[in-house]
């Protein structure tokens, strides 16, 4: 007989009741995953993603170049994509689903040696803090888009469309602005946050971004949501497939 010293008998059940589901996350975060990145790549090469006042994230800023072998898209994607490929939290998702390095706690990793971050490409993670400078560009032509989506040829309105717009960029800015990148970076390299008021002051702006990087992870899953749902909305009013219910002053 075999017994457990250290854990409550509470403790123990609830491990032997979700151990059978270990596999429940990394199947939800390969099949979610795999899905945006195929309807990404739709969307992109569509080489529209514009309808009155209303403008795809995938395609922000909005770039117009007239013969253009590719959709613009694929100017600005790499942006966001770099951004989210190396962000702590899905490196945690996609090393556990896709590589199963581990695949979840008291799990064993697949078979071969675990090189981590070390190597090609993985390595290229480093380049994180990077990737969130030019992603905090990008979401301010966002917020341009946004704010834009209530401009109905100079008059104010509110559509549909001009709502699902501004709540998207919302969870975009929960996601990039709770990033750990940028947490280490308003509030790292310091020993004393109340020897200055500029210390105080970066200690005010970490504790704002900490407050956001607590829920990174829904704030992750929220936004790639979020970004889709954007995108269908406004391709189902480019083919015609319904009207955008509005009110405009």
């Not at 600005?76 to 770099?82: D, I």
């Not at 971050?117 to 993670?125: M, Q, S």
């Not at 105080?200 to 971004?209: I, L, P």
Request: hydrophobic share 50%.
């Amino acid at each position: 007989m075999t017994v457990e010293v250290g854990r409550p008998p509470a403790l123990r059940s609830q491990l032997n009741l979700w151990k059978p589901l270990w596999w429940a996350y990394p199947t939800w975060v390969v099949t979610a995953l795999s899905a945006f990145g195929i309807y990404a790549f739709f969307a992109m090469i569509q080489k529209a993603g514009f309808a009155y006042p209303y403008l795809s994230p995938f395609y922000s800023p909005h770039i117009v170049i007239s013969g253009l072998p590719i959709s613009p898209a694929f100017y600005v994607a790499w942006v966001p994509l770099g951004f989210r490929l190396t962000c702590y939290y899905y490196r945690k998702a996609y090393f556990r689903s896709f590589l199963w390095e581990p695949p979840a706690c008291a799990v064993a990793d697949r078979p071969g040696r675990y090189t981590g971050e070390t190597r090609l490409p993985f390595v290229l993670n480093n380049f994180h803090r990077y990737f969130l400078y030019v992603t905090l560009v990008v979401l301010g032509f966002l917020w341009y888009d946004a704010i834009r989506a209530f401009d109905f040829h100079g008059h104010f309105g509110i559509g549909v469309g001009s709502g699902i717009m501004l709540l998207n960029v919302v969870l975009l800015s929960g996601y990039t602005l709770g990033c750990h990148a940028l947490r280490s970076l308003v509030g790292g390299g310091i020993d004393c946050y109340s020897c200055s008021l500029a210390a105080q002051g970066r200690h005010r702006a970490w504790s704002g971004v900490s407050l956001l990087n607590n829920r990174h992870a829904l704030w992750a899953w929220a936004s790639m949501f979020s970004v889709a749902i954007t995108d269908i909305y406004i391709r189902f009013l480019i083919h015609g497939v319904f009207a955008d219910p509005r009110w405009v002053s």
